[in-house]
């Protein structure tokens, strides 16, 4: 106890100094009553002093010892190193902003990137048991994942056992009448299943039951149509032109089913076509199975359907992924992978500028750290000054880091939302900073060691060995630099090569207007009539050019997709597949699809008539490869319904930028009628100001259609969302890196120039030229990068070819993308030399010679 | 200067200070000198100034405690006296002192 009241008592006693005036008094009475005792005793006056002084002994001592009795040293000396630190770091301006800028760049991305992964990659989904879900697909042997048929899901559900619970949901897009301007709406037929496996409970209301005509709507939904009324539970509305009534309202799965915002009953049933593949199913693995075990049930699961069914089914499987891997999507986990490698690249970077930095000044102060330890100052002590000031850099830094880190997570969180769901919870966690901080914390250390060893006395030496450290860093950086460099050009040209796909037609001047007529999609004729009346009409509108339809929107990631068999196959087995899609006559021509040879379709091809179908070129050289198919007719899905094909198309990219043409098949929509569609708007300017006047036309011949505009050009960028966000994050990362390592070059450079002062000014003065000086310099930046790149250059490369799947059309070995690299740090090299070349050569040869 | 002196044993100074405090009540670091010199019998080198730290190191221990007073030429000085802890811890280390130098006569006594 004693103890702990001296420990605060002492640590008090830092600032309570008027102790040690106690001890001022003490002594000098204390010299007052020796001298009086020792005069008494027969001394003089003089000679009794000077022996009382004597016998107190060292009196400088004494008031040492004092001093650090009454405080505590250790704690004394962090303080005075602290206000030494931060007197020091204000002087020297710029190198104190350069490390602070450095060190927030980097610890600022480090902690939004940790950030962004811990809610994408690390955080479960927010379902109860969320790790035993599993998403279940079929799988064909030809064209890969499938989402469930009807049949085959009510088989599953009936002859699984190591699923213990099964949610099936269908999304789509319904037009929502009854409710005010009527508007499409994302909504998704689920089974009743579907809310207790997922955890979704009612705010208001209640669940739906799968016989019932209810709907249960999101809180956005609520809030947006009914301003959060209760009221609204047990209202009628219309969806696509049937009555349902508003059962409950919840927080439906944004996860899982981005944007929908409505859900209806979905009762799947055995009559249904096996061939539908159009149902999404997620799983929850029974307690106690391994995925891989389950796994093997499934495939003996989707054996015995196919025994059942080989019409249908032979060759299909049934696959499980875990649900997390599901809803985060390949691309998206390796996006975030590679930022996140950035991330630790460019801190790796950002640590060896700062130990640069410090290395520099430390070479700078060499003549204050060995006078002080001449002396006397202890080299624990210098050192303890010194991690002092490393550690009010890092701390500043941190401050900042973690300023721009909350900024940039801000604006993630308001721009990614929309794409990436899982983003819009994102926040700085407490685990996240402590990384971080931790990180900060040992590169600090780290770099205090490496730079600020105590000065030697042999100053030459201890000097270059110092350079060669400056030289070291120097290399890691240009090296590390030139790793996010190279795989910033190769994304770069990748992203190139994807803006530059031609996608089949001209984007620039084309609207695509999701259309929903509000009459209930089994009314054919109907349906049929409103899209043969609609482009005409818009047709009539000045400002269109061309208008037509398809079941498909252009990049909306979806499409159809139908099996077929050629004239004249009829075994069972041998049937193929390719994509296909539902367009009006002017379709071709809106989207400015050339027509290869036959003709278009006209609005004579309705139901009674002929069946027809056009193909894309490619499909035709697939399965036609020697002869014209012009004539010949192809067997149309299970049914084998035949169809004859008329024309023949040039070939469109209209579901991903980056995803091949596929063999295509078009049909007639008045023979195949679809719901939704999608109008494609070719206009003569700019396709956004013809939404009102597109608007008003759909409006006269349906009132309650709910439609929904986009410009294509917009729609294709958002379908290149993930290159362009990875090219944007190491593009940036590679400039600032490039950046840092172009004032490291200069830094070390002009210090250089600096210390050759005198060699320089003898051989300016002995007749030396300009020229050869300035090159002498430059010499020395190029060597240093060109060491970097060596380096840097087979790193990059081995990393690179992890990158090969973020890449389209672009080899990890890349020629143009290596040099590029090269010019780009040739010309930094260059750049940064290029002061002080010039200062070397310019110098006045006789003050340099008197230069101290 | 002659005589000879020994130098204060290391961590006995506390001890001498606590007995002397215990044994004269309160004193000024004069004092508390003067008394240790005195009972030494000139056989003992003691820095004066030493202990002023000694009290100090004794006081934030809670062991003495301090006052101004008046000194006896009518001067302000700072008296110490001991306190219950201090008392306690005396006895204590006057116990320990005595075990050792009983120790240590014992070891002398039979090397002989």
């Not at chain 1, 002009?750 to 300016?764: A, C, D, H, M, P």
Request: charged residues 20%.
């Amino acid at each position: 106890m004693s103890s702990t009241r001296e420990l605060l008592l002492r640590a008090g006693g830092i600032f309570r100094k008027h102790r040690t005036n106690y001890l001022q008094e003490e002594l000098n009475e204390h010299i007052a009553m020796l001298t009086a005792d020792y005069v008494r005793a027969g001394m003089s006056e003089t000679e009794a002093r000077i022996s009382a002084r004597r016998a107190l002994g060292n009196l400088t001592r004494v008031q040492e010892d004092y001093h650090e009795q009454n405080g505590l040293p250790l704690l004394e000396n962090i303080w005075r190193d602290l206000k030494f630190a931060l007197r020091t770091l204000r002087r020297n301006r710029v190198y104190s902003t350069l490390c602070i800028t450095t060190l927030a760049v980097g610890l600022g991305s480090m902690i939004t990137v940790l950030c962004v992964a811990s809610s994408l990659l690390w955080t479960p989904l927010p379902y109860p048991n969320a790790q035993r879900l599993v998403a279940v697909s079929e799988a064909d042997p030809h064209t890969g994942r499938w989402p469930f048929s009807e049949p085959d899901l009510l088989d599953l559900q009936e002859r699984s056992k190591s699923l213990a619970a099964l949610a099936a949901y269908r999304a789509s897009a319904l037009a929502m009448t009854g409710t005010g301007e009527p508007e499409t709406v994302q909504a998704a037929a689920v089974t009743s299943s579907t809310f207790a496996l997922l955890g979704i409970k009612p705010i208001a209301g209640q669940i739906f039951q799968e016989s019932q005509k209810s709907v249960v709507i999101s809180r956005d939904l609520w809030r947006r149509k009914w301003q959060m009324n209760a009221a609204v539970v047990g209202k009628a509305i219309a969806l696509d032109g049937e009555q349902y009534t508003i059962s409950g309202v919840a927080d439906l799965p944004a996860d899982l089913l981005p944007g929908v915002e409505l859900f209806f009953p979905l009762s799947p049933r055995a009559t249904e076509s096996r061939t539908a593949h159009d149902i999404e199913v997620v799983g929850r693995l029974r307690e106690g199975i391994a995925l891989s075990n389950a796994q093997a049930e499934l495939n003996a699961v989707a054996d015995s359907i196919a025994r059942d069914n080989p019409a249908t089914n032979t060759g299909w499987k049934i696959r499980s992924i875990p649900l997390f891997d599901f809803v985060l999507g390949p691309r998206t986990a390796r996006m975030v992978w590679m930022i996140f490698s950035a991330v630790a690249l460019f801190w790796a970077l950002a640590c060896a500028n700062v130990a640069g930095l410090q290395l520099a000044r430390s070479i700078a102060r060499r003549n204050e750290m060995s006078t002080r330890l001449v002396l006397g100052a202890s080299r624990s002590r210098l050192f303890a000054q010194m991690l002092t000031e490393s550690l009010v850099l890092g701390l500043c830094g941190a401050v900042f880091g973690y300023l721009l880190a909350q900024y940039a997570i801000e604006i993630i969180r308001r721009l990614a939302a929309e794409n990436f769901p899982r983003l819009g919870s994102l926040h700085l966690d407490a685990k996240t900073i402590a990384i971080a901080a931790l990180c900060m914390l040992l590169s600090t250390v780290l770099f205090t060691l490496l730079s600020n060893r105590a000065p030697d006395f042999q100053g030459g030496r201890e000097l270059s060995r110092r350079d060669r450290g400056r030289d070291v860093l120097i290399v890691v950086q240009v090296a590390l630099a030139s790793v996010l460099f190279l795989g910033a050009s190769l994304l770069l040209h990748s992203f190139v090569r994807l803006q530059a796909v031609d996608p089949g037609f001209d984007p620039d001047k084309i609207l695509s207007v999701r259309v929903n007529p509000s009459f209930p999609a089994s009314d054919n004729t109907r349906r049929v009539d409103f899209f043969q009346e609609v482009p005409q009409r818009l047709e009539r509108l000045p400002e269109v050019a061309w208008a037509g339809a398809s079941n498909v929107a252009p990049f909306s990631g979806y499409g159809t997709a139908n099996r077929f068999r050629l004239d004249g196959e009829n075994s069972r087995a041998q049937y193929r597949s390719a994509a296909w899609r539902a367009v009006t006559p002017n379709f071709f021509r809106s989207l400015g699809i050339p027509l290869k040879r036959g003709r278009s379709f006209t609005d004579a091809d309705r139901d009674g008539a002929l069946e027809v179908v056009i193909l894309s070129e490619s499909m035709a050289k697939q399965f036609w490869p020697n002869e014209d198919p012009i004539g010949r007719r192809l067997l149309w899905g299970k049914s084998g319904n035949p169809k004859t094909i008329v024309g023949i198309v040039g070939d469109l990219r209209d579901m991903a930028v980056d995803a091949l043409p596929v063999p295509t098949m078009f049909r007639p929509f008045a023979q195949l009628s679809n719901a939704p569609m999608t109008l494609i708007v070719r206009t003569k300017g700019d396709p956004i100001a013809a939404i009102e006047d597109v608007r008003r036309e759909i409006r006269s011949v349906d009132g309650n259609a709910a439609v929904e505009f986009q410009p294509l050009r917009r729609a294709m960028a958002d379908s290149i969302l993930r290159p362009r966000i990875s090219l944007t994050a190491l593009g940036a990362f590679a400039v600032v890196a490039m950046i840092t390592a172009a004032f490291g070059l200069y830094g070390l450079i002009s210090y250089r120039v600096n210390q050759r002062r005198q060699e320089i000014g003898i051989r300016l003065a002995l007749g030396c030229s300009t020229s050869s000086i300035r090159w002498s310099v430059q010499k020395r930046c190029l060597a240093l990068v060109t060491w970097g790149l060596v380096l840097g250059l087979p790193i990059a490369y081995a990393l690179s070819t992890l990158m090969r799947s973020l890449l389209y059309e672009t080899q990890p070995a890349q020629p143009a993308a290596y040099g590029l690299v090269l010019i780009i740090f040739l010309a930094v090299a260059l750049a940064a030399s290029y002061g002080p070349a010039r200062r070397a050569s310019r110098m006045d040869p006789a003050a340099a010679i008197r230069h101290e | 200067m002659q005589d000879v002196k020994s130098e204060v044993p290391y961590g006995t100074l506390d001890l001498m200070i606590l007995k002397t405090l215990d044994s004269m009540g309160s004193l000024h670091g004069y004092g508390i000198a003067r008394r240790i010199e005195q009972v030494a019998e000139g056989s003992l080198a003691l820095n004066q100034g030493t202990i002023y730290p000694a009290l100090l190191r004794l006081e934030q221990k809670g062991w003495i405690g301090s006052d101004w007073g008046v000194s006896e030429n009518n001067r302000r000085a700072r008296f110490y006296s001991i306190t219950k802890p201090g008392k306690r811890q005396l006895m204590e280390e006057e116990a320990n002192w005595q075990r050792t130098v009983a120790t240590v006569s014992r070891l002398l006594q039979g090397a002989q």
